[in-house]
């Protein structure tokens, strides 16, 4: 079974542009999560979807972050403009999302995308 | 004060060593509560979860949740180098994750 695909690995940019990341989730789950892991932190919720709806975004800073997920599959996370404090690692996770204490915590991470603001 | 406090490390030990990693946490409400290995540059991967209080065992794994005290416990017993990671303890609905304890086990 293929894992949760993330790319790019890496990303550099300078503060004020703009950036993309893209996240594949496993196949037939319908949860996906992504996170802002800063260096020396734990991940941070920004977003979780459950199909192609928002179920919770309150810490996704909306006036610079973004994130869609058409058609219930694949998802894209945008930052535009960049800020300094952005440089981070950018986690997407699924989960089948389905009624049950295991599959509803048992979250699949992929491998991130390490964004660097100069 | 932070939902879930964890104390980052880094933590080195002997390998065969007994492994104790621990959070402590504030909101009573907390039901689930998971422990997450993360090797470096990649995600983390779920090694362990328990529901309310009481011992889960796992091979060389064992969580303990002492709700009354709000504080749990990951252990590793036999540790290798292997298990040399990052391990975040993570609980809650919504997942809230402590900052991380580095682990290095020496050959």
């Known amino acids: 079974e293929a894992g949760v695909a993330q790319s790019p690995r890496y990303k550099i940019i300078e503060k004020r542009q703009s950036v993309a990341f893209w996240c594949n989730p496993i196949s037939g789950h319908a949860t996906l999560y992504w996170y802002q892991q800063i260096l020396g932190q734990g991940p941070k919720l920004l977003i979780q979807f459950q199909n192609n709806g928002v179920v919770d975004d309150s810490q996704l800073p909306k006036d610079r972050f973004s994130a869609e997920r058409l058609k219930g599959v694949d998802s894209t996370l945008k930052i535009q403009p960049a800020k300094l404090e952005d440089s981070a690692v950018y986690l997407c996770a699924s989960n089948l999302g389905l009624a049950g204490v295991r599959s509803s915590y048992e979250q699949y991470f992929g491998p991130g995308t390490r964004l660097t603001v100069t | 004060q932070k939902e879930v406090e964890q104390d980052p490390g880094p933590l080195s030990v002997p390998e065969g060593a007994i492994v104790s990693l621990n959070c402590t946490y504030s909101?009573?409400?907390?039901?689930?509560f998971m422990w997450y290995r993360q090797y470096s540059r990649k995600g983390p991967e779920l090694l362990m979860y328990t529901y309310s209080s009481g011992n889960k065992e796992d091979g060389r794994f064992t969580a303990q949740v002492d709700k009354s005290s709000k504080y749990i416990s990951l252990f590793i017993r036999d540790s290798q180098p292997s298990d040399s990671a990052t391990y975040l303890c993570a609980m809650g609905f919504k997942t809230i994750f402590g900052a991380g304890t580095r682990l290095f086990v020496k050959a």
């Open positions: 909101n009573s409400a907390f039901q689930y």
